[in-house]
C-alpha cells in the first residue's frame, strides 16, 4: 500500500462502461482506496456532493454528461477532479478544465499514469499529515495523542499499537491471529486470545460512551475499525 492511500481515501469512479469501471475499481482498491461507482451523470453529481476525497469522471455520461457533472460539482466543492474521455481533440480537453476539472485523461490510458495523477492531485488536497482519523476518533502519531469526539482518550503501550494498526488497517476484517502477530510480533510467546482482552480494553476507553461503535466484531473471522 502506498503511503497516500494510508489514509483510507475515498474516491468516486463516475463511468458506465462496466469493463472500465470493474478495471478501476480492482487497481484502485488495490492500492488501498476505498471506492465508490456511479453509472450516470445524474448518479455521479449526488454522489460526488457527498464529498468523497477524488472524483475520476468520465465525459461521455448518461442522464447528465460529464462537464455538467463537473460544472455542476465545482460550483459545490472543491473535490479533485480527473476527467476521462475518448476524445484526444484541444476543444474538449479545454471544456472539460474550464468546467472545473483538475486534470484530464484520454482513452486508452496507463493504469501506472492514472495512479500517479491520483497519487498527485492527493497530495495537492491533502498534504501529509501523522494523524489517522476514523469518523470522530483521532489518532496524532507524532503527539502520541488520541481523542475521540474531542476528548483525549488515555491508553496503554499496547492498547495504542493496537488501535493504530486497526486504524492503519480499517475497513479490513483481522483474525486474531493477523492482529496478535502484527502488534506483538511473531516472536512473542503468548496466546492469540489476548486479542479479546485488549479488544475489550479498547471498547471500554474509546465505544462504550458513544452509541456509534467503531470496533466491530466480525463472528466467526475476527475484528474490523469501521469508518
Not at 1 to 10: C, I, P, Q
Not at 122 to 150: C, F, I, Q, W, Y
Request: charged share 35%.
Amino acid at each position: 500500500m502506498n503511503e497516500t492511500a494510508e489514509r483510507s481515501f475515498r474516491i468516486l469512479v463516475v463511468e458506465d462502461d462496466a469493463q472500465i469501471s470493474r478495471v478501476l475499481r480492482l487497481e484502485l482498491e488495490h492500492e488501498g482506496y476505498a471506492v465508490d461507482l456511479a453509472v450516470d451523470g445524474l448518479a455521479g453529481l449526488e454522489k460526488a456532493l457527498k464529498e468523497p476525497d477524488l472524483v475520476i469522471l468520465d465525459l461521455m455520461l448518461p442522464k447528465m454528461d460529464g462537464l455538467e457533472v463537473c460544472k455542476r460539482i465545482r460550483a459545490k466543492s472543491r473535490v479533485p477532479i480527473i476527467m476521462l474521455t475518448a476524445k484526444d481533440r484541444i476543444p474538449e480537453r479545454v471544456a472539460g478544465l474550464d468546467s472545473g476539472a483538475d486534470d484530464y485523461l484520454t482513452k486508452p490510458f496507463s493504469i501506472e499514469e492514472l495512479l500517479a495523477r491520483v497519487r498527485a492531485r492527493l497530495r495537492e488536497r491533502h498534504p501529509k499529515s501523522n494523524v489517522l482519523v476514523a469518523k470522530n476518533l483521532t489518532m496524532d502519531r507524532d503527539r502520541h495523542e488520541v481523542a475521540r469526539d474531542g476528548k483525549a482518550v488515555q491508553l496503554t503501550a499496547k492498547e495504542y499499537a493496537l488501535l493504530e494498526y486497526l486504524l492503519l488497517h480499517r475497513n479490513k476484517v483481522h483474525t486474531r491471529d493477523e492482529l496478535f502477530n502484527g502488534v506483538w510480533g511473531s516472536d512473542f510467546l503468548g496466546d492469540s486470545n489476548l486479542i479479546d482482552v485488549y479488544i475489550r480494553y479498547l471498547r471500554g476507553k474509546i465505544d462504550d460512551s458513544f452509541e456509534e461503535k467503531l470496533i466491530q466484531t466480525v463472528r466467526g473471522v475476527g475484528y474490523t475499525l469501521k469508518d
